[in-house]
């Protein structure tokens, strides 16, 4: 397992579980084309590519390429990289038949290539031994979560630190610890509190 500072962007939940076991790092699922008309997930995308810079692994097909390529060209900026799976044959355990051009996707590529598409395109582990320290239960002991004002609560800590209104908690943790720690996080919530006390 090595742990990447950078977000990586993938085209499927599948492709996502894969990265999981050999990958420490923010995994973010277009949900294929579905990031075409999702506002919500293009402006995280954009967050992390102007922050920690983000990685784009789709599929070496025709599909894949247009994924990548529209989101290249949405954000029109930022820390871009560019992993490419090589193209090999055959068809996913899970599907009962391949895909259109016969290519594995992320999901079926073989751990170790994966690795070494990462190390081809200058992409290496961490030094950050620091474990991540913003939990579920983080949120809901600052008032982020299970209480009447959550929610409100949650979309003014997200405005403030420009990121997008709707974000899942999970999502939301993930983001968080790139961004502060816990400690941090205390702070601004109890100055955002304050604030709307002293109107």
């Known amino acids: 397992m090595i742990k990447i500072d ?12 894969k990265l999981s076991s050999i990958v420490d790092a923010v995994i ?7 990031i075409f008309k999702d506002r919500e997930k293009l402006e995280l995308i954009r967050y992390y590519a102007n922050t920690t810079g983000i990685i784009i692994l789709t599929d070496s ?8 390529g529209y989101i290249k060209g949405a954000l029109n900026g930022g820390d871009i990289i560019n992993v490419y799976i090589p193209d090999i044959f055959g068809k996913e355990k899970r599907k009962d038949k391949p895909s259109a051009e016969g290519k594995l996707g992320v999901e079926g590529v073989n751990s170790r290539i994966l690795l070494e598409a990462f190390e081809k395109s ?6 950050s031994n620091s474990e ?13 979560s299970g209480g009447t004002d959550s929610r409100i609560l949650r979309e003014r800590l997200q405005a403030s630190l420009g ?3 709707l974000m899942s908690a999970s999502a939301l943790i993930e ?7 816990s400690k941090e ?3 601004r919530i109890n100055m955002l509190k304050e604030e709307k006390n002293g109107i």
Do not use: Q
Request: hydrophobic share 40%; glycine share 10%.
């Open 6 to 17: 950078k977000a990586i962007i993938v085209e499927g939940k599948y492709d996502k579980i």
């Open 28 to 34: 973010i699922v277009t949900n294929g084309f579905g």
């Open 61 to 68: 097909d025709s599909a894949g390429r247009k994924i990548r």
């Open 122 to 127: 200058g992409i290496t582990a961490s030094e």
């Open 132 to 144: 991540p320290d913003i939990t579920k239960l983080t949120l809901y002991e600052l008032g982020l």
């Open 163 to 165: 990121l997008p209104k």
């Open 175 to 181: 983001v968080l610890n790139t961004m502060l720690d």
């Open 185 to 187: 996080l205390t702070a």
